[in-house]
């Protein structure tokens, strides 16, 4: 079983589901981060339980070579769309698009049929080649 499946069996056993699973280095330091979803909402309590459950996994199979911190955490309001996964979780949510071109597109997530997206802009619905796009996330209307 890989790593990634062993830790969505511990997310999930907490009530959460596995959003997205990185390394990335921020100021001088790896970070291995593990982040999350709950319907009910993820909090401080959650990401620590799930982080302890996660730490021993970790110290039998190190994601990483070399030293890194663990960092359990929820993906927020307004987060990157990388998978398929997360676009399709996202529906109904207000998206932004850049894609390959420059191009850039917002609205509202309506449908996802792989690669297609369809996409509610002021100017009626659009759809987008999933294919094409640089990068997305999610953003909030204040």
Not at 87 to 92: A, I, K, L, R, Y
Not at 99 to 126: A, H, M, N, S, Y
Request: hydrophobic share 35%; with cysteine.
């Amino acid at each position: 079983m890989s790593l990634e499946s062993e830790i969505k069996k511990i997310v999930e056993s907490c009530g959460a589901k596995l959003y997205d699973i990185e390394t990335v280095t921020e100021r001088g330091r790896t970070i291995f981060r593990v982040t999350i979803k709950s319907d009910e909402g993820v909090d401080l309590d959650l990401c620590a339980d799930i982080s302890n459950m996660i730490s021993p996994l970790l110290d039998v199979n190190p994601p990483v070579k070399g030293d890194y911190n663990l960092e359990v955490s929820s993906p927020g309001i307004e987060r990157k769309l990388k998978k398929p996964s997360h676009f399709e979780n996202s529906v109904g949510e207000l998206v932004h698009i850049v894609f390959d071109d420059g191009t850039q597109l917002k609205g509202k997530l309506k449908e996802v049929k792989w690669p297609e997206l369809v996409i509610e802009t002021d100017r009626g619905e659009e759809k987008a080649d999933m294919n094409e796009i640089a990068s997305a996330k999610t953003y909030f209307e204040w």
